[in-house]
Structure formats: structure tokens, C-alpha cells
């Protein structure tokens, strides 16, 4: 069985710095193919791309947010990391991880429960 | 930055067929995924590789591509089906993924 859960603090500062921790289970990020994506969604607006970690540590991240991005994984945890630096009232979103199968094509299809993250001094 | 457009809304009577489009210049090179979304809850994929169905997903829900457009279709409209709907696929380098704008769906 397949699950993802995003964890991380509720509310966090203008300027400082936004960790939050995907903790998942029922597959492997050493497995070939095996992607965990990070996708956000601001209080009724679109979903938002963020960043992509592959099995092979091979990292991808939105052109416009790339700046302010880190993804990083820990596979004997099975465990992936956001780090998003500068943090904006217009960053407050909730956060989804989710896994993705890029090479076969498969689409998002397992998402954690996501994460409110309130920007606000 | 690459970006894929739907419709903000489509309303459909109960029974009757639903068509929500997403378009987008590199469609024909990638593949495209439909998600369905409802208040307060994660996305919950539908649709993927154009026309693919997960299992567990109704067989009212298919998709089509034809060039630059995709579109997800579902057939025979449940009033459970009212919900947003998000087209995702990946620029023509396949290394940045995308979300359309969304599609709220209204069963009248």
C-alpha cells in the first residue's frame, strides 16, 4: 500500500525559511523510475509544479521558483526534502508531495494529504 | 514558461456527457494526465497518458487527444462527479511538469 504524508510547521515568517519532509511508504526512490514530486495549490487557485527528484538524485525544479528551491532525499528513510528560502504571504499554500513514475508515464498517481503552510509575520 | 489551458468552468445536466478541454503547443509530444479534485481533498488521478484509465476509475471517464488539445469526457454525469478538474503534462524537454488553470465542473 502506497502512502505519502507531508509534514512540516503550519505557519513560518515572511523571509525565513519553509522545510517541510514527505515521509513515505510502499515503494522505494532507489528503484528505477521512481520519482517524488512536490505540487502546491494557494487557497482556491490552481495546482503549482514545484520540484522533481528522481531514483538516479537527478533534480528538477520550476523555472520560477528555481532560485528559492532545494529537493533533496534520503532513501534509507524513505524520505524526501523541500527547502524553499525567502518565504512571501504569497507562498502560503497548501502543499502536496506525490509520487510519479516519470519513464512509464504514470502520471501523479499517489498524493500525500497536503500541508497548509500560512505565510504571515 | 510553458503553460496548458482549460476552460474555468463547464455545467452539464445529470445523465448528459461532459467535455472539458486542455490545450497546450508540445500535447502532441507529451503525454497528458486529468485529476479530479474535490474541496479538501488531494487530487485524484483519472486520466493518464492520454486515454488511459486507472484502476478503480469509472468507465465514464476517458480521454482523447487530437494535436494541441486533449480533452477528458465523462459520460453519463453523476452528481458526484462535480468537482475540479486539472489537465498536467510536461514541457517539450519533458524535465519541467505543468498544471492547467482547472475546470470547476457543475452538475445543474
Known amino acids: 500500500q502506497v502512502t505519502l504524508r507531508e509534514s512540516g510547521p503550519a505557519l513560518v515568517k515572511p523571509t525565513q525559511t519553509l522545510t517541510l519532509t514527505c515521509t513515505f511508504s510502499g515503494f522505494s526512490l532507489s528503484t528505477s523510475g521512481m520519482c517524488v514530486s512536490w505540487i502546491r495549490q494557494p487557497p482556491g487557485k490552481a495546482l503549482e509544479w514545484l520540484a522533481l527528484i528522481d531514483w538516479d538524485d537527478d533534480k528538477y525544479y520550476s523555472t520560477s521558483l528555481k532560485t528559492r528551491l532545494t529537493i533533496s532525499k534520503d532513501t534509507s528513510k524513505n524520505q524526501v526534502v523541500l527547502t524553499m528560502t525567502n518565504m512571501d504571504p504569497v507562498d502560503t499554500a497548501t502543499y502536496y508531495c506525490a509520487r510519479i513514475l516519470a519513464v512509464a508515464g504514470t502520471g501523479f498517481d499517489y498524493w500525500g494529504q497536503g500541508t497548509l503552510v500560512t505565510v504571515s509575520s | 514558461s510553458y503553460e496548458l489551458t482549460q476552460p474555468p468552468s463547464v455545467s452539464v445536466s445529470p445523465g448528459q456527457t461532459a467535455r472539458i478541454t486542455c490545450s497546450g503547443d508540445?500535447?502532441?509530444?507529451?503525454?497528458a494526465y486529468w485529476y479530479q479534485q474535490k474541496p479538501g481533498q488531494a487530487p485524484v488521478l483519472v486520466i493518464y497518458k492520454d486515454s488511459e484509465r486507472p484502476s478503480g476509475i469509472p468507465e465514464r471517464f476517458s480521454g482523447s487527444s487530437s494535436g494541441t488539445t486533449v480533452t477528458l469526457t465523462i459520460s453519463g454525469v453523476q452528481a458526484e462527479d462535480e468537482a475540479d478538474y486539472y489537465c498536467?503534462?510536461?514541457?517539450?524537454?519533458?524535465?519541467?511538469?505543468?498544471f492547467g488553470g482547472g475546470t470547476k465542473l457543475t452538475v445543474l
Open positions: 508540445a500535447l502532441p509530444k507529451q503525454y
Open positions: 498536467q503534462s510536461a514541457d517539450s524537454s519533458g524535465t519541467s511538469w505543468v
